[in-house]
């Protein structure tokens, strides 16, 4: 891990937690930050990212054999995003990538990169290929327009959520051109690590504030983009997160992983999907990641927490400045898309206490990301083919 941000010594900033330890939460104003994040007007500090290079004449065709994306044909100053799978077609890596026409930038969340860069070291072989972990030397910026040039880049990304990329297929309830992402812009710029603040200055210089993690998170969950460090657990597949439509080509040749993705998507569906819910507003807290998400056992009778089965968890929760209090959950997929949910949050115990707190209780509309049926049915059982059986 990197040392802490020095943007954590601004006046006001408040140092985030969990996967965004070492930068800002917030510098003081967390609405005013989201919306000028939102149009435009402002830039956040991601200097806990890291940042792996692969270079050399077969870095791109290799990369390509590794993944899950089609990458061979990258062309300099291109984006795209690439998933490295287990056997079983569970995400273990989901890092975005440039190629500057030499090397191939790859970034991904701080507590990837160093996996990452072994695992694409012990894979190389015999290959042209050198991997270098570049955390070190690099940190990264985010901002919803593009920095301008006079802040000095070797690399810069530019997010493809929500389009759907070459060979893909989108698994979300809605139509492309009403999709809640269809505005989403979102650019990670690769900067020398010893110059975040010499290019922060100059950027404020000409206008450009600073925004916290949390003004990042909020526009990201509206726009239902799923992020590695907090959607994606130990049992995800690409089709639960809609993340077939950016990073997964469909008729590319064999990987790690590639069974299953064919075979929920020929054969199948999903075990579970990704849903969008509106939280009650009327508490001051938000739910953490890994909250319960109750439905009731019968639809009908809807009165009692005592007659409701827990059916997913709450992976991101944020504050909208305009739809309030939102969240990301992974639920069963043959949960009533009609239901009324329930997010139970059961704080931590404080030290020294003898009785474990009351469970906070949050009302959920559910809005669909990926639909129930997504995937193609063609004969066989509808069943979870990822252990074999009909459910």
Known sequence: MTAPSPLLNRHGAVAASGPDEGVAA?????VPEQRALEAGRAVVD??????????GPDRLSWLTTLSSQQVA??????SSELLLLDISGRIEQAPAITDDGETAWLITEASHGAALAEWLDSMKFTLRV?????????????????????????????DPWPQLAPGAESYSAVAEEEHPGADWAWHLTVVPRRQVEEAIASLEAAGTSLAGMWAYEALRIAAWRPRLAQDVDAKAIPHELDLIRTAVHLSKGCYKGQETIARVHNLGHPPRRLVFLHLDGSEHTLPAPGAEVLAPKDPGDRDSLAKERSVGVVTSAARHHEAGP??????KRKVDTEAQL????????EEGSEEPPEPAFYAAGQELIVRPDAGQAVGRPQGDFLRGRPR
């Open 26 to 30: 917030h510098y003081g104003s967390p």
């Open 342 to 349: 329930v997010v139970r949050h059961r704080p931590p115990q």
């Open 130 to 158: 050198e991997i270098a972990d570049r955390t070190a030397e690099y940190a990264v910026l985010g901002s919803a327009a593009p920095l301008p040039e006079s802040v000095e880049s070797p690399a810069a990304w530019t």
């Open 46 to 55: 991601l200097s806990h990212y890291a940042v792996v290079t692969v270079s």
């Open 73 to 78: 044909g990258l062309k300099p100053g291109e």
């Open 326 to 331: 939102i969240a990301l959950a992974l639920v």
